[in-house]
């Protein structure tokens, strides 16, 4: 059997539904579950609507449902014809009576929990779920609704909830085996769950991804298809740089790197389950279902590039932290992650020497309020509008020399940080953040001039 999963754009509407569905029959052979996340932008606007609801504002809340129920409405009339859409009418209705019902009740109360608020959230997979299967169905597909709230069971961390996976597995054999083994295909929400006590919960935004691998590891799957609405892995962002490539094949490790610096098709986090397992994940486009898209595998086949991609991450503020006498103290460099940790500020690549210490964070952060509390440590600078470059490949591990290549053809330029992470399979630094199009164009034309077709497409 397989796992594919289909994101927000793959269902935003009646003819990304038919193409999905197009999709499905192609594979129906292979014994597909079905995984869909919500229509694209609906989870935001639920969360919108609990949000608004909590502060008593109960008009816009149901305005809001309003506009989400046209939409859901029209989207299933267009898919399945009048007489199966009277039928299907009915179960839309009462979903959307029943959130109605919990959005005055909200409004009420003037208050908002996060076991209240994954309620209202899990009305986007649950409805597009059904949507789906009805369409199935109404083009001689099997597809049959599988609510997955009573497969995916997980603790009481309401809005991230935690998989607890034997549970699941145990009701995965018992409620989508014995589908699989009828003909049957299961059409099942991602993202949304229950805990042991049967209340909703979900797993964290985006996480239908993570739903398709859970089910996937459970169920024993050949493969799982991410379907999405780009080729698949690309080795630089082609509005960058033009003569970007699809990435056929590319490790689990190497996909982790680049999704960290900005490449944003899939977080490969989210497909341990599978990857754990053996499982190949796939990153498909539901718009161009003919291409072979990225296959993610524990291991990647050796490779004659170098490397697989080059990502960068912009708004980027340098922070620098001097102590002259300090930094071989012990417990200095504890006590300015303490700051770090203190402003909630993340850090993505950090160089130190012996008298300083540079870091990264995102100039969206709070960084003076950090700074002034850095300053009561040691002498601070903070200077923005910078860029992380990341060049990623599993190659660089045991070919010498490479370090030089990359910089010799940056000559010019004015390099800030340069890390080398323990995974050894990144090469990253720092660049004035109006130098990335030329700098990532330039290691492009370096580094893929020549590619190994067994490798990029
Ligand atoms: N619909 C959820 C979200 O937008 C889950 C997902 O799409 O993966 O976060
Ligand atoms: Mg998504």
Known sequence: MIVMKFGGTSVEDAK????????????QSQQPVVVVSAMAKVTDTLLTMAK?????????ALKLCRSLQERHYNCASELLGTARFTEFHSELGSDFENLDELLRGISAVGEITPRTTDNVAAYGE??????VAA??????????????????????????AVPQYEETNLRLKERVEPLLSAGQVPVMGGFIGSNRSGIT?????????FSAAIFGA???????????????ILTTDPRVCPDARRIKVISFD??????????KVLHPATVLPAIQKNIPVYVLNSRNPGCEGTRITTRAPHSKNIFKAIAAKKRITIVDVAAPRMLLAHGFLKSIFEAFDRHQVAVDVVSTSEVSVSLTVDSNQAIPALAADLAKLADVKYEGRKAIVCLVGENLRETPGIAALVFRELADKKIRMISQGASEINLTFVIEEDEVPEVIQRLHRTFFAELDAEVFA
Not at 218 to 232: C, K, M, S, Y
Not at 254 to 263: D, K, R, S, V
């Open 126 to 131: 649950m409805l597009s779920s059904k949507i």
């Open 218 to 232: 459970g169920l024993g799957a050949e493969r799982i298809e991410i379907w999405t609405d780009v080729d698949g």
């Open 135 to 160: 369409a199935f169905e109404a083009r001689g597909l099997k597809g049959i609704h599988v609510d997955s709230r009573d497969v995916l069971v997980t603790d009481n961390a309401y809005m991230q």
């Open 201 to 209: 919960t979900t797993i964290g935004r985006g996480g239908s991804d």
């Open 16 to 27: 990304a539904i038919d193409r999905v569905a197009a999709i499905v029959q192609g594979r």
């Open 52 to 60: 608004a609801a909590g502060n008593g504002e109960r008009k816009t």
């Open 254 to 263: 190497e996909a982790a790197e680049l999704a960290y610096f900005g490449a």
